[in-house]
Structure formats: C-alpha cells, structure tokens
C-alpha cells in the first residue's frame, strides 16, 4: 500500500500553542528561501495571536496564543501567505570570518585531515573554499548552522561528545558546518576558532548574524588572536561585510 506524497508548503500543529509551516523535507537553499520569505511577510503583516516566528532549514514554527488566536484560521492565513509571490529577493550579506585552525584553537583538525586523507593545509583550504549559506540560527543563542560544506569533508560526529567547548568555535558535525556561540556542549569536530561573537550581550546588534546571510572563512595566524579578541570583546563586529 502506497502512501500519499506529501503536498507543500504544510501545516502541522505543535501541541497547542504552536504551529509549523513546512515548505519540504530537504536542506535545500530554495526551500529556506521560502522560510524566511514567509518569515519576513509576518513581519510586515502580523496575524492575530502570533507571538514568536523561528526559522528552520526547511519550515517556520509560529509561536501562538491560544486565547487570541484561531489555530484554523490562522492555519489558513499562514497558507496564503506562504502561497503569495515573494518580494524580490534582496542581496544576502556576506561576512568575512576570521579563523584560527588548529592547535589549541581546533583540536580536532589533524584528526580530522588524517580521516580524510588530507594534510592540515589541505583541509584548511577546503574548508575556506565554499561559500556558506545561514540556513538557521538556534541550540544556543546564536548558534549559526551552514550549509555548503564540501560534502568531502562530511565527519560523523564524536563518538563522546564534549561537556564544554569554547564560544565561537568553527566547527563540523556530519554533512554540517557550524559557527558555535557561547560556550557549550557538543559532539561536533573543532577545526578552528574566531574572535568573532555571533551573540554578545550589551552589543547592538546582540546577534551579529541572521539566517539567510552568507559566511567565508579566512584563516588567520594564532599572533593575530589576541588583538582580534581583544576588538571583538569590546564589541567590535571584527568580521567584515563583503560584496557578494
């Protein structure tokens, strides 16, 4: 007995104060366009009861009051906003990251080069290669995931996980890359680190980086660390905004 395929963009309820608009069941750039469309249409015309949107790779989950909001009215608004022709896409921001590789900045690069038979360099440079897109931002505040990696390098991830890693370490887990944000836990392979703070508290912006931005990595020597750290500390971006 066959199932019936899926039909897109989807609602499903999420318990009984949220919902999810799906737009597929991919990583893909087109589908996350779609998400971040419809996110930016809820912006410029807010629906009764909606109290939170938050991007994903492939749908929206919005965030809703129950006393104010008609889950299936709102259902349907959401299709037909999903539905609307998107405005024009606007050029994505492109950030130039600082990275340190290797050493005690990212202790799992030579692991990592040696899986895949590469040397450190090799690795490095492939890794700066791509162009990342942002596909969403969360986990910890600020936690950027990427999509782009050279699927070359696609790593399980660690077998133990860590309790801790540093904030903003350049990381890889599967078929992702990652810029981390606060300190934290993870089971993903420390390449690098930058100074650069996705999240800062006290800084305007908090959040440096939106889904939908576009990310380069550039490798940069250890001496340069920390006056680099010490900018981005007191609240210098560090990163730069590039022509795309």
């Known amino acids: 007995m066959s199932s019936t395929p899926a039909t897109y963009p989807r609602v499903r309820p999420c318990g009984d104060t949220a919902l999810t608009v799906e737009f597929g069941d991919a990583v893909d750039p087109a589908l996350n366009a779609k998400v971040l469309a419809l996110d930016e249409a809820l912006k410029a015309r807010p629906l009764a009861g909606v109290v939170e949107t938050v991007p994903t790779y492939r749908s929206l989950l919005v965030h809703l009051d129950p006393v104010a909001a008609d889950p299936a009215a709102l259902a349907d608004a959401l299709l037909a906003l999903a539905a609307a022709p998107p405005p024009g896409e606007a050029s994505a921001r492109r950030w130039r990251i600082p990275v340190v590789?290797?050493?005690?900045?990212g202790e799992d690069?030579?692991?990592?080069?040696?899986?895949?038979?590469?040397?450190?360099?090799?690795?490095?440079?492939a890794h700066c290669a791509p162009v990342y897109r942002v596909y969403m931002i969360g986990f910890l505040p600020g936690f950027t995931y990427l999509g782009g990696l050279d699927p070359g390098l696609a790593t399980s991830r660690r077998a133990e996980p860590r309790a801790l890693i540093p904030a903003s370490s350049v990381i890889i887990g599967g078929a992702q890359a990652a810029i981390s944000s606060i300190a934290g836990p993870s089971g993903w392979h420390l390449l690098g680190r930058t100074p650069v703070r996705p999240?800062?508290?006290?800084?305007?912006?908090?959040?440096?980086?939106?889904?939908?931005?576009?990310?380069?990595?550039?490798?940069?020597a250890a001496d340069r660390w920390p006056a680099l750290d010490k900018a981005a500390g007191a609240g210098e971006p560090v990163a730069d905004l590039v022509t795309s």
């Open 109 to 125: 690069l030579a692991d990592v080069a040696a899986q895949h038979g590469l040397s450190q360099s090799a690795l490095i440079e």
């Open 199 to 220: 999240y800062q508290p006290g800084r305007d912006p908090a959040f440096l980086i939106a889904a939908g931005d576009e990310i380069v990595f550039e490798p940069v």
């Open 101 to 105: 590789y290797g050493g005690e900045f």
